[in-house]
């Protein structure tokens, strides 16, 4: 969880964005993929973030989570600024601070559920919280699974996984890069679910890009970007409203 010492500001919004751009190629072929972004999550809360193809939310997700530079502006995690110092301090950092849910879940296939979870602990030099995420695992479902490796699970399954490995650490901010896009329809209610318990349980702020509707009724609010800017915000989204906010942005989907 978030240090108690840490500025009063920090503790309400682990992640600020600060006019974060980002620009591909030179010109005259120069792209932006971001243009300017502000915006701040605060902690314990649930945001999706939505747009059309080429909006510029894959981009927003790699560069606030720090898997990305920007071309200009300034990432906060903790009232820390993201990428300062060296690849090595950079790396640490994250590890320490940020959580990751990848679409097509990258566990390790030679190691078991409990195995995977355990994992960033180590990479980080942390303490081995062995019974945490064995509880983490039996919150997902998975107690009976722990002892399985990648090959011997479901998608859905796999994806439990990775959420427990992406809390195990207790990190300030997790991310979650279209995490249902590989699942079928009943697979992904029970991943937005395990991540709906990660906030209102564990406290956590996550912060999701999606592109689907009802996966981002799950969260308290939605953030819609298009042409690399923030366009429009949403509380308290419901997947009819959702899809009609983004038919307006994208006619042609």
Do not use: W
């Not at 920007?70 to 600024?81: A, H, K, L």
């Not at 790396?91 to 601070?97: E, G, I, K, N, S």
């Amino acid at each position: 969880m978030i240090d108690s010492d840490l500025p009063r500001s920090a503790m309400q919004h682990p992640l600020r964005v600060v006019e974060l751009t980002k620009s591909y190629g030179v010109a005259p072929t120069e792209v932006t993929a971001l243009a300017g972004v502000t915006t701040e999550f605060a902690a314990a809360t649930f945001t999706s973030i939505m747009g059309p193809s080429g909006s510029g939310k894959s981009t927003l997700l790699q560069c606030a989570s720090g898997l990305d530079r920007p071309t200009s502006g300034t990432v906060y995690v903790d009232g820390t600024e993201l990428l300062q110092g060296s690849e090595a301090e950079i790396t640490r950092f994250r590890r320490a601070r940020i959580g990751f849910v990848f679409q097509q879940y990258n566990l390790l296939p030679t190691l078991t559920a409990l195995q995977n979870v355990i994992l960033p602990m180590r990479l980080a030099g942390k303490k081995v919280d062995r019974r945490r995420c064995i509880e983490l695992l039996t919150e997902v479902g998975l107690r009976d699974r722990i002892d399985h490796r990648p090959a011997e699970l479901s998608g859905g399954q796999q994806q439990r996984v990775a959420i427990a490995r992406a809390l195990a650490s207790r990190p300030s901010v997790v991310f979650a890069d279209e995490p249902t896009g590989a699942l079928d329809g009943a697979s992904a209610r029970e991943v937005l679910a395990v991540l709906r318990v990660a906030v209102d349980v564990h406290r956590q702020t996550v912060v999701m890009v999606t592109h689907d509707p009802v996966a981002a009724s799950y969260a308290d609010s939605v953030v819609f970007l298009a042409d690399g800017r923030i366009v429009g915000t949403m509380t308290e989204p419901t997947a009819p409203r959702v899809a009609e906010q983004m038919l307006r942005l994208d006619p042609a989907s």
